[in-house]
Nanobody, 125 residues
Framework: QVQLVESGGGLVQAGDSLRLSCAASVRTFSSLKMGWFRQAPGKEREFVAAITRSGNSTYYADSVKGRFTISRDNAKNTVDLQMNSLKPEDTAVYYC??????????????????WGQGMQVTVSS
């Protein structure tokens, strides 16, 4: 069983930066592919960013490319999402997700097995 705990959310102004962190309580963190998703009110959950087990490959939604950076520290069992130049449309509940699956597709939420509880990020204009 993998438990994921997110931290770092909050209320910021447009143009500000925020760093989200997800801590995993598991001994095999380096075997997990990790991702971030978000869900805005009235909308479906959408892919934000993902990272492979080694951290050598990263994936981003077009809407956040160039503004957000995903990274991981396998020694600390954490994955972070650095969010810069935030916009009001980035307002959402952000979820950390993890997958062991061989058929993992970074952008597809159903290929992730474990999810955090979610964390609110609000960007005011």
């Amino acid at each position: 069983q993998v438990q994921l705990v997110e931290s770092g959310g909050g209320l910021v102004q447009a143009g500000d930066s925020l760093r989200l962190s997800c801590a995993a309580s598991v001994r095999t963190f380096s075997s997990l592919k990790m991702g971030w998703f978000r869900q805005a009110p009235g909308k479906e959950r959408e892919f934000v960013a993902a990272i492979t087990r080694s951290g050598n490959s990263t994936y981003y939604a077009d809407s956040v490319k160039g503004r957000f950076t995903i990274s991981r520290d396998n020694a600390k069992n954490t994955v972070d999402l650095q969010m810069n130049s935030l916009k009001p449309e980035d307002t959402a509940v952000y979820y950390c997700a993890a997958a062991y699956r061989v058929d993992w597709i970074p952008q597809v939420s159903s290929t992730y097995t474990y999810w955090g509880q979610g964390m609110q990020v609000t960007v005011s204009s």
